[in-house]
């Protein structure tokens, strides 16, 4: 069996299938965990208030069942098919009509894409899973800051801690690295936080934007940390320029910066060492 999937087209083919279906999941993920640290931080203000909890359903990442949010038809198996049943829905509830977001296909896409790819790149083994399942954490929190601007401690921090368990046998980077890669993300955009504070009197980026970079600093190691803020800046730059130019944002708009970054360590991911090297050699 291990055989079977050790064949690079086998283990690339059941990776971007699996990516498919854990693309369904993650889209859960970006819809509910938001509204379940919302409802969290609801219980916790009526506590300290001496109040009881605001009554509501239960909500949870398996529960309710998935269901239109227009008009509350549950959705069937048959209609919870990875990309395959948004196509043949042509986009629109079976009940009543209204349009499914595109998000959620592209989604499922960009998860199996990503899977496969991961798969074919590394070859069968602990790299490209890790791979997939960072890849898999970089979606997801890209998907919740576009939505919130938040970037959650429950993807971020634990992302962390396996980055450095996938290091204790040199994954990615050696162990060492990859312990001062996860200060010194943390370290950097702290600084910058609290540099950017000093000066204006304002916030420039949330906490959120630190601990997703500790985590990247964590799976590459620091020397995947320039190339990753380098061009995560450059991206965030060009597009709130665009932004602004267009009029859809103010200047006082903020901007979510973790997709930049999760962008930016995907790069540095799959193609961190040959970059680095190469804008090197140009010194």
Same mark, same amino acid.
């Given at each position: 069996?291990?055989? %079977? *999937?050790?064949?690079?087209?086998? *283990? ?12 369904? *999941? ?5 819809? @509910? ?27 949870? #990442? ?25 196509? #043949?829905?042509?986009? @629109? ?30 070859? *069968? ?15 997801? #929190? ?36 990859? $312990? ?11 600084? $910058? ?45 060009? $597009?709130?320029?665009?932004?602004? $130019?267009?009029?859809?944002?103010? @200047? ?6 973790? /997709? ?5 360590? %995907? ?5 961190? @060492? /040959? ?9």
């Amino acid at each position: 069996m291990i055989a %079977l *999937f050790a064949d690079p087209v086998v *283990f690339t083919t059941a990776a971007g299938l699996l990516g498919l279906i854990v693309g369904s *999941f993650l889209n859960v993920v970006i819809h @509910r965990l938001p509204l379940m640290m919302e409802r969290d931080w609801q219980c916790q203000c009526a506590e300290l208030r001496g109040e009881a909890a605001p009554p509501a359903e239960p909500l949870s #990442l398996s529960q309710p069942r998935s269901r239109c949010p227009h008009c509350g038809h549950p959705i069937s198996a048959l209609e919870n098919i990875p990309l395959l049943s948004w196509l #043949l829905l042509r986009g @629109r509830c079976s009940a009543c009509g209204a349009g499914i977001a595109l998000r959620y296909p592209l989604v499922e896409t960009a998860s199996g894409l990503l899977a496969a790819f991961a798969a074919w790149h590394f070859g *069968f083994g602990w790299a490209a899973a890790g791979a997939i399942v960072f890849g898999w954490a970089m979606i997801a #929190l890209t998907g919740i800051d576009f939505d919130t601007q938040l970037l959650p401690d429950s993807i971020t921090l634990p992302l962390l801690w396996l980055g450095l368990a996938f290091n204790l046998f040199g994954t990615y980077t050696s162990l060492a690295s990859a $312990v001062i890669g996860a200060m010194a993300g943390y370290l950097s955009l702290w600084s $910058v936080y609290w540099g950017f504070k000093l000066a204006t009197g304002k916030e420039g980026m949330g906490y959120g934007d630190f601990k997703l970079l500790a985590a990247i600093g964590a799976w590459l190691g620091w020397q995947a940390l320039p190339l990753t803020i380098l061009f995560s800046s450059l991206v965030g730059a060009v $597009v709130g320029i665009v932004l602004i $130019v267009a009029a859809r944002h103010g @200047r006082n708009v903020p901007i979510p910066f973790g /997709p930049y970054l999760a962008a930016a360590g %995907l790069l540095a991911l799959f193609w961190g @060492r /040959p970059l680095t090297q190469s804008y090197l050699g140009l010194f």
